[in-house]
């Protein structure tokens, strides 16, 4: 099937039809149309002269016929606004080769050749930052997905594996540390200033996993010691002047390496693993063969400006670009479509990894947290796709919340089905038939059903079909009798109308009213549209548990009582349960306020039931902060809009800040005494001192809504005498929502403490454009104009405009003053760099789902995009497929 159906045709959509220089469509690129490459290139040597104005490349491929592909004696190379300098085969230089749009075309008519090319590109003037750019006087790449077509011509996907050897010389005041993929080999002086260095990365890689960097940069050393007994040489690289907010992220290295042997038997396998720090870098972080490129965001951290979420954060992406190594660069992906295989099972990986650190229950509320807010909204609306799409136009619009976090869901509920134990059979068998190869989620299906004895016939759907699926839940009870009737619905999505069912693995208990307990906890398979399971032993109706540890990326429609809710939000074993049930009760409370259907009385007992709850979780002394933190937090408002068909994003944000301050109110000693309590704890990085400040934040959060003026004074309090970030911050972004003199003095007196601090700028902003504040639109619109904000740093654009999305008083401003802003953003950003432009369309792509008078606006938006006369492949597939 096609999920990015055509986009519009002209007769469709008049002004698009009257734009005068439309660039061709972009083709459709679809799954089934893959074949192998003609040509293998076991090896490529690479020679860069850096300049960062001009660098030239001379690249040389050994190529030799594919004996696994059709014929052809055309070698197609991809490039990217690049021009053949030269291009040399066997030694004598050539003039008969083509163009063909972007790609070069050489004739070969042997079975082997040597094929040099040079190519001059201008880094500095790369503002798309794929390929080699110029950052802050330093060369550095990114090249996932096709970032290598912009350095040299070649056959850039990523079933070509090659061997890399890189010679790179450049000035040496310039650039007195140049990098790459894999061991140094040789260094040396060229004369006139220069000095050059090799590196042999001696592991075949597609080209998406090369890396270098050249600039001046100092390392923290450390080293590393494998389960072979093989010393591996550490450096994380920054700025000078950066080296003493690195330790947390080369502590989280070593524990990444050390956890991959323990938890899969992964060894790491060169003499040196380098991470640079680069501050204008699209993607969080990226897992080139022994040289990870990262967002400084992710490596950067001491107490005084970063959060405690900046340190989990960091330790998250480290182990996953780290966890790479083998679920990506040993085993790759045989075509983007495959994605998913690399990105869920790393996002797996990481997560379980994360879990083991700190606290295994808050690790996974957090993950199914963004789950939910991002993934679900994406899985409902017109840009959804499965995990392993079958068509794309840019890839770059695929690295999305569903092939990541849903492909990771996916991954686990095999894990789940198999068991701890058996997966790691089975993920052991897919590494040990796969290394080296370019592989397909099929083949980790495979694996895992040999390895893990598990029939994942029926399974594979989650591969291919595209929805949340709704699981309706009844649970009826006639003499000791419990049934439990299932069903499930997989809702039609783009392309996909209908859907067959899926294995949708549940946990579940069942518990006794008198005692609080359960007999045990049980898996069941829902696989059919229609089951029902029985279950004896019971003389009064139970309380139903189920999707206990969020088993299934589902949502669940359970007819409960209140007070079974109640009862599960105090007494539930599993966590995460306790969390669902308390959510449960506030989804089901507001969804009966916005709809309507509530009487003052029935709202009433709601909220009653909401506030007996939450002082439960106050009051109970067998809780950890860190859980009790996550109970507390409202569902989000994006989460609530999932749950209406139509949603009006005002009525949602002041029912549930109506809830809130309710709540403020009727437990203000509570929340008060937990924050005074809270702010006598030590500030200590464990988890008691995390708990600790993540409660203090959400009492403040509940004070601000009920009681104003006190929280503004508890506010600046903790602000003034916070010694950390996390409290300076939850204390800073209480008073920005807040009409308080407060509120000018300390975002005033945070600029000028971290001015010059990039990362903790980019708080500055943030906190402000997602802040409650009535008048956030004319905030955000008079911080675009900040000396300190510029459109060329993806961290400072995200920063301001992508919590904005999020505002339901300034994005969802009923003048559409809000959509324009971000519409004219998408316009002002493409030229510059798409791949950020396009990642705020879809925020305006939900307007299906959002009111008749808002709708209107946020889709007349979109169509003033399409309309624009140029515009990026990224941005125009997103624009297109959001109206389609
Ligand atoms: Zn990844």
Redesign the pocket.
Same mark, same amino acid.
Do not use: A, L
């Given at each position: 099937m096609d999920i990015a159906r055509t986009p519009a045709t002209p007769d469709g959509n008049p002004e698009m039809a009257d734009a005068p220089h439309r660039p061709a469509e972009p083709p459709l690129i679809r799954r089934e149309d893959y074949k192998p490459f003609p040509w293998r290139v076991p090896e490529v040597s690479l020679d860069f002269r850096l300049g960062l104005s001009k660098t030239r490349i001379r690249s040389t491929l050994l190529v030799e016929r594919n004996p696994d592909a059709e014929g052809s004696t055309v070698l197609r190379l991809n490039g990217d606004e690049l021009s053949p300098v030269e291009v040399v085969v066997d030694g004598q230089a050539i003039n008969s080769w083509a163009m063909d749009g972007d790609d070069l075309c050489v004739t070969l008519p042997g079975e082997r050749h040597e094929v040099e090319i040079v190519t001059e590109i201008d880094p500095a003037a790369n503002s798309k930052l794929m390929g080699l750019y110029a950052s802050n006087g330093m060369l550095c790449t990114q090249c996932e997905a096709e970032g290598f077509r912009r350095i040299t011509f070649f056959p850039d996907r990523p079933d070509v594996l090659s061997t890399y050897k890189v010679r790179m010389e450049g000035p040496k005041d310039q650039f007195p540390v140049l990098l790459s993929n894999g061991n140094e080999v040789a260094t040396g002086e060229a004369g006139d200033g220069a000095h050059w260095a090799e590196w042999h990365d001696p592991w075949p890689k597609p080209s998406y996993l090369f890396a270098l960097v050249a600039g001046d940069l100092v390392a923290n050393r450390d080293s590393f010691t494998t389960m072979s007994g093989r010393k591996v040489d550490l450096g994380i690289w920054v700025r000078d002047g950066d080296l003493e907010r690195t330790g947390h992220a080369m502590e989280s290295l070593k524990h990444s390496m050390k956890w991959d042997e323990d938890t899969f038997g992964r060894e790491y396998d060169l003499d040196t693993f380098n991470i640079v720090a680069v501050s204008d870098f699209n993607m969080g972080a990226m /897992?080139n063969k022994g040289l990870n490129i990262f967002n400084t965001k992710y490596i950067l951290a001491d107490t005084e400006t970063a959060t405690d979420g900046d340190y989990d954060g960091i330790e998250a992406v480290i182990g &996953?670009e780290y966890f &790479?190594n083998w679920s990506?660069d040993r085993v790759t992906c045989r075509d983007w479509f495959q994605l998913s295989l690399? /990105?869920g099972f790393?996002v797996l990986r990481d997560q379980l990894f994360s879990a083991d650190m700190g606290s295994e229950p808050v690790k996974r509320i957090e993950d199914v947290r963004v789950l939910r807010s991002v993934q679900f909204p994406e899985d409902s609306g017109p840009l959804a796709h499965p995990i392993r799409p079958d068509s794309y136009q840019e890839i770059s619009n695929f690295y999305t919340a569903t092939v990541y976090n849903k492909g990771a869901e996916v991954i686990r509920m095999m894990r789940t089905m198999a068991g701890p134990e058996r997966f790691r059979k089975g993920t052991d068998l897919y590494f040990a038939s796969h290394d080296g190869e370019a592989a397909t989620c099929e083949d980790f299906v495979q694996a895992i059903e040999q390895g893990a004895g598990l029939d994942l016939e029926q399974f594979r759907l989650w591969y291919s079909q595209a929805g949340t699926p709704k699981v309706s839940v009844m649970l009826e009870h006639s003499g000791d009798t419990a049934t439990l009737n299932l069903s499930q619905a997989v809702p039609p999505t783009p392309g996909q109308p209908d859907k067959k069912p899926m294995p949708i693995p549940l946990r579940l208990a069942l518990f006794d009213r008198e005692t609080g307990q359960h007999h045990g906890e049980q898996l069941v398979t829902l696989s059919k549209a229609q089951q029902s399971f029985s279950f004896t032993g019971f003389a009064s109706p139970p309380v139903l548990s189920i999707n206990r540890d969020f088993s299934a990326p589902v949502s669940i429609e359970r007819e409960a009582a209140n007070e079974d809710l109640v009862f599960l939000a105090a007494h539930d074993d599993d966590p995460f349960a306790r969390y669902e049930a308390m959510q449960d009760l506030v989804v089901r409370h507001m969804c009966g306020l916005l709809s309507g259907s509530l009487d003052d009385q029935a709202r009433d007992a709601g909220r009653e039931a909401i506030g007996t709850a939450f002082a439960a979780v106050l009051a109970d002394g067998q809780l950890d902060d860190l859980m009790r933190g996550e109970l507390l937090i409202l569902p989000g408002e994006t989460y609530l809009a999932e749950q209406m068909l139509v949603a009006d994003p005002a009525a949602i944000r002041a029912e549930r800040e109506g809830l809130k301050a309710w709540l403020g109110t009727t437990l203000e000693g509570e929340f008060a005494a937990l924050h005074a309590r809270a702010s006598k704890a030590p500030s200590t990085r464990d988890a008691a001192g995390k708990g600790a400040r993540k409660v203090k934040a959400q009492a403040l959060a509940y004070l601000a809504a009920g009681v104003p003026e006190r929280a503004a004074e508890m506010a600046a309090a903790q602000y003034d005498a916070a010694d950390n970030m996390t409290d300076r911050q939850g204390a800073l972004m209480v008073l920005a929502s807040l009409q308080t003199p407060e509120r000018t003095h300390k975002l005033l007196d945070f600029y000028h403490r971290f001015q010059g601090n990039a990362l903790v700028i980019d708080k500055w902003f943030a906190i402000q454009a997602s802040s409650l504040h009535p008048s956030v639109l004319e905030q955000v619109k008079a911080l675009a104009e900040h000396p300190d904000f510029t459109l060329k740093n993806p961290n400072r654009v995200r920063s301001l405009y992508m919590p904005f999305t999020g505002t339901a008083q300034g994005f969802h401003a009923a003048s559409g003053e809000g959509y324009r802003l971000i519409a004219d953003l998408i316009l002002a950003l493409d030229p510059l760099n798409p791949q950020t432009a396009a990642r705020f369309v879809p925020p305006l792509g939900r307007w299906r789902r959002i009111e008749a008078g808002r709708a209107m606006l946020m889709r007349g938006e979109l169509e003033r995009i399409a309309a624009a006369p140029k515009l990026s492949r990224d941005t125009y597939e997103q624009v297109t497929r959001s109206l389609g």
């Open positions: /897992e &996953h &790479h990506g690399k /990105e790393t």
